[in-house]
T-cell receptor, first 116, second 115 residues
Framework: GAGVSQSPSNKVTEKGKDVELRCDPI?????LYWYRQSLGQGLEFLIY????????KSGLPSDRFSAERTGGSVSTLTIQRTQQEDSAVYLC??????????????FGPGTRLTVL | AQSVTQLDSQVPVFEEAPVELRCNYS??????LFWYVQYPNQGLQLLLK??????LVKGINGFEAEFNKSQTSFHLRKPSVHISDTAEYFC?????????????FGKGTKLSVIP
């Protein structure tokens, strides 16, 4: 079956521009996560969506970052006025939402963002 | 809050030799433990997980890991590596309990298998 897909796979932008990154989760997965993978920093949690509940935005690094999830499926991560330190690979993951925290997260291939 | 430390950023090993990738965690509550693998230009794939029960867990591709609560460790091992195991490996934890979902990752260990 289809896994998590992300687009674009690579994005090069100029400092100060806005960018939108897209994630299509696995069909039927109600939980969706965004992570940022920076060189030498590992993966940082950014935001979590679960069904119709308010998202957990506690990992967003600044108010330039925002995300939405339409219809409980596709999600878009938007970065406004990009800075060079935003350069990273942005990973999306989805999971079923069983209680207990042991829900396997399935990851997409990521979007590599380069801010010049 | 929890944290994960992967003690080695890079591990070179010869093909067919054994390997151990180290992971230590810190948490004030009970945790679930995971190892993920990331092949070049791909997303993360779950190798194995510890939820409860036997402290020795077996995963895909011949990997296994042992949960040691007293040492707060979850080291990953494979008795004989292949070239195809060259990848980056991430240890991760999440809190147990209803509503827990956030994974906290270590910074990763790059495994290079030398022919």
């Amino acid at each position: 079956g289809a896994g998590v897909s992300q687009s674009p796979s690579n994005k090069v932008t100029e400092k100060g521009k806005d960018v939108e990154l897209r994630c299509d989760p696995i069909s039927g997965h109600t939980a969706l996560y965004w992570y940022r993978q920076s060189l030498g920093q590992g993966l940082e949690f950014l935001i979590y969506f679960q069904g119709n509940s308010a998202p957990d935005k506690s990992g967003l690094p600044s108010d330039r970052f925002s995300a939405e999830r339409t219809g409980g499926s596709v999600s878009t991560l938007t970065i406004q006025r990009t800075q060079q330190e935003d350069s990273a690979v942005y990973l999306c993951a989805s999971s079923l939402a069983r209680a207990g925290g042991h829900n396997e997260q399935f990851f997409g291939p990521g979007t590599r963002l380069t801010v010049l | 809050a929890q944290s994960v430390t992967q003690l080695d950023s890079q591990v070179p090993v010869f093909e067919e030799a054994p390997v151990e990738l180290r992971c230590n965690y810190s948490s004030s509550v009970s945790v679930y433990l995971f190892w993920y693998v990331q092949y070049p230009n791909q997303g993360l794939q779950l190798l194995l997980k510890y939820l409860s029960g036997s402290t020795l867990v077996k995963g895909i591709n011949g990997f296994e890991a042992e949960f040691n609560k007293s040492q707060t460790s979850f080291h990953l091992r494979k008795p004989s590596v292949h070239i195809s195991d060259t990848a980056e490996y991430f240890c991760a934890v999440s809190e147990t309990g209803a509503g827990s979902y956030q994974l906290t990752f270590g910074k990763g260990t790059k495994l290079s298998v030398i022919p």
